[in-house]
């Protein structure tokens, strides 16, 4: 079998056996392909979608509107090639020299430092956060601060400090959002979300 | 708290919720890992490990034995600066110039490639499949032809099309493999059993 045809049949399957799922047509390809990255049926019962986060993202994705991962894992594990049509960009900022520079200066973890950055340098943006609860926590505190105006937030930290705690915080907040209930997360998961994303954006509606 | 904090305290809750697992104490500290990475104890349940596994892992990364993953996820999830002390390297080859053309030439796909490619340039090493089936299916045709000969196969692909089926073949070879029953897998969690050898690989025994 094609790729192409491995992943047909790979949803075929999950359609299957998901059954009645409830998600309305506009949110099933993103939760469907989180599923598929994991093959983890669990997500449809966990994860959360705020009501404009598929239009909003969409169109964000459509614009150009820049990506901001807290790993490099789910930085790589982002579609590049199918974003450039769209002109868009994934950055990590893990590594930028004054995320460390910041991290020392104030006593903080490099993911958090990382959001700082990031969010002094976009005006707006797509964050996608698979991994720490500690950066997902900052970017909460930052947009209820008005110093960060995400166009969407991908929060799916994964783990078993804060990472459920830090979502529970991000679903009360009113930004367009995909996350979920519980502990599991991940940055291959968060990847997931944005490729369903750039799928949808290169089709018709929503 | 502290990163490290952080990593204790979520090592802790693991131990206590995970009670009576049954892995040996040089298995443990694996499959922790995974549901570490995860926050999803189903690892401890459905990974097998072989008997030489660990030991011969461990020894293979103190030697500086090259490591070759099917995905540029699971390569950047590998912890470099740690593994940089025993001289190791983190090869993915699915972007390599050679295996597009190979996949061309041969009509396969290219994580099929890429293996090919690998096998032809290494003797031995450590394969790190967290992807793609078609992947660890070619390594073991390869094994069972004498034209691979890896120390260690770390066999965790995902998904709904032969992933399972590729895992049970490889449970059946007499290779050192860490891997799993049924469709769960992925790169992150790939990553992860190497990071914990490569922990290991720092300290006393095994």
């Known amino acids: 079998m094609k790729p192409q045809e491995i992943e047909n049949e790979s949803f075929r399957i999950i359609d299957s056996e998901a059954g009645a799922h409830g998600f309305p047509a506009d ?12 093959a983890d049926f669990e997500w449809q019962l966990m994860t959360q979608l705020h009501p404009d986060a598929i239009r909003i993202g ?41 995320v460390a520079e910041t991290a ?12 700082d950055v990031a969010a002094s340098e976009l ?38 400090v804060n990472a459920a705690e830090s ?8 930004v367009p959002h995909i996350t979920n209930v519980g502990r599991k997360g991940g940055s291959n998961v968060a990847a997931a979300v944005i490729n369903a994303l750039i799928i949808m954006a290169g089709q018709d509606g929503p």
Request: some cysteine; hydrophobic content about 45%.
């Open 27 to 38: 949110q099933w390809p993103v939760v469907r392909r989180m599923i598929h990255t994991s």
């Open 58 to 98: 969409v169109a964000a994705i459509r614009r150009g509107c820049p990506i901001v991962t807290d790993t490099n894992m789910a930085r790589v594990g982002i579609r590049q090639r199918d974003l450039d049509r769209f002109g868009g960009v994934v950055r990590c900022y893990m590594t930028d020299a004054r």
């Open 104 to 115: 020392l200066q104030k006593g903080i973890t490099r993911a958090r430092a990382a959001v």
């Open 123 to 160: 005006d707006g943006g797509i964050y996608v956060i698979g991994n720490a609860p500690t950066a997902l926590l900052r970017l909460i505190e930052l947009m209820d601060q008005g110093q960060a105006r995400p166009e969407l937030v991908v929060g799916l930290p994964v783990g078993f």
């Open 167 to 174: 979502k529970a915080l991000l679903m009360e907040r009113d």
